[in-house]
């Protein structure tokens, strides 16, 4: 167990006869990919993301007292009843017990909406289990634990790692940076860092994500299986190390301002991610051919053109394409054109990163 999130409330008695708790929280876009974990949702190796501005969740969690020694939860999308997402919750619940004393106290209602569709692809586990974290913190705070903000935030971020990994990182803005090493003060396995402001170049905090909904609904592989592939895999152990080197790479190209040399970087850790996937036993191709289609297109418009247009994957179809404002005019104007033809629906998200 971890000693530094264990509650200092009481485990039996609870002040509050029942309330509620409001959190929003982005989704994030990682630089350098998390794939592949350890034991309770320790990472194999370190990753970075952006925190995104208008792609997120926005939770209402409200608290019953009650009786029974069980947990109680219903759940609510965008004001319907959802039965299949509570055993989801309740397996959160389960792992975080032992730093959240106060779950069997109560029973819970939560009321969830996404900014962006359900259908999109787009996963709202980041952004939905950091909400829910932070809903949780609150209370934990409300029946008087007091943590200061800078406590409440560090256990929401370990919390919500236990929901989903990748969840750690949406707790703050800007870049935030998981998993430890000896090259960035303060990283740990356990939650988010936020990655210093002051070690980033000015165009980095400018630039926007624009979200290709090239196939939306279900990824063909869940997050959890295509994790767990990476065990056994044969080039793993390498692609951690490599993952690891490139954070490590990151660091001078983030102070100095180098789009170029930060496109490269990115665009061959997405397309890492998806080799890995391609590589695995049983294989997966994460990308349609309408990926494979547009990021042909963006190649050469990046070939013809000086602009700084650049892209990342996460484990699916849909591209997220990456530019700082000073070149957004002309850029969106290619995407609307040129790019838009390979969404499914002609649909795209227009997102930025959030500092
Ligand atoms: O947080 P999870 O378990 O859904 O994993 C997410 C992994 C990627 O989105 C593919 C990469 C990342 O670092 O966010």
Request: charged share 25%.
């Amino acid at each position: 167990m971890e000693q530094q999130f264990i509650s200092n409330l009481s485990t039996t008695s609870f002040s509050i006869e029942e309330g509620s708790v409001n959190a929003k929280s982005p989704s994030n876009i990682a630089l350098i990919k998390y794939w592949g974990k350890k034991k309770n949702q320790i990472p194999t190796n370190s990753s970075i993301s952006y925190t995104l501005t208008n792609s997120y969740t926005e939770t209402e969690l409200k608290f019953k007292k009650k009786q029974s020694d069980n947990f109680e939860v219903e759940v609510y999308l965008e004001g319907e009843k959802k039965n299949s997402f509570s055993p989801k919750i309740i397996t959160f619940f389960e792992r975080i017990i032992d730093y959240v004393p106060f779950l069997k106290g109560y029973k819970f209602t939560v009321h969830t909406h996404n900014s962006f569709p359900h259908s999109s692809g787009i996963a709202s586990s980041a952004s939905g289990m950091s909400a829910l974290a932070l809903c949780l913190v609150q209370i934990e705070n409300n029946l008087g634990a007091n943590l200061s903000e800078e406590e409440s935030l560090k256990k929401a971020s370990f919390l919500a790692r236990l929901g989903s990994g990748s969840a750690c990182r949406s707790v703050f803005k800007g870049l935030v940076e998981w998993g430890e090493n000896n090259f960035i003060k303060g990283s740990s396995d356990l939650y988010g860092t936020k990655y210093p402001d002051t070690e980033i170049h000015e165009v980095f905090k400018t630039f926007h994500d624009t979200i290709l909904l090239i196939h939306e609904g279900q990824k063909s592989v869940s997050s959890t299986v295509g994790h767990n592939l990476m065990n056994n895999h044969p080039y793993a152990e390498h692609r951690f190390v490599e993952a690891n080197e490139n954070l490590e790479k990151l660091i001078p190209i983030l102070k100095n301002g180098d789009v170029k040399a930060f496109g490269e970087l990115v665009e061959h850790e997405a397309l890492t991610l998806h080799a890995m996937m391609m590589m695995s036993n049983p294989a997966f191709i994460l990308m349609k051919p309408n990926t494979v289609a547009a990021l042909e297109k963006l190649w050469e418009y990046r070939r013809e053109t000086d602009k700084q247009l650049f892209f990342t994957l996460d484990a699916g179809a849909n591209i997220h394409l990456l530019y700082p404002a000073s070149d957004a005019l002309e850029i969106e104007i290619f995407i609307e054109k040129e790019l838009k033809a390979f969404c499914q629906n002609g649909n795209y998200i227009k997102d930025k990163v959030n500092f």
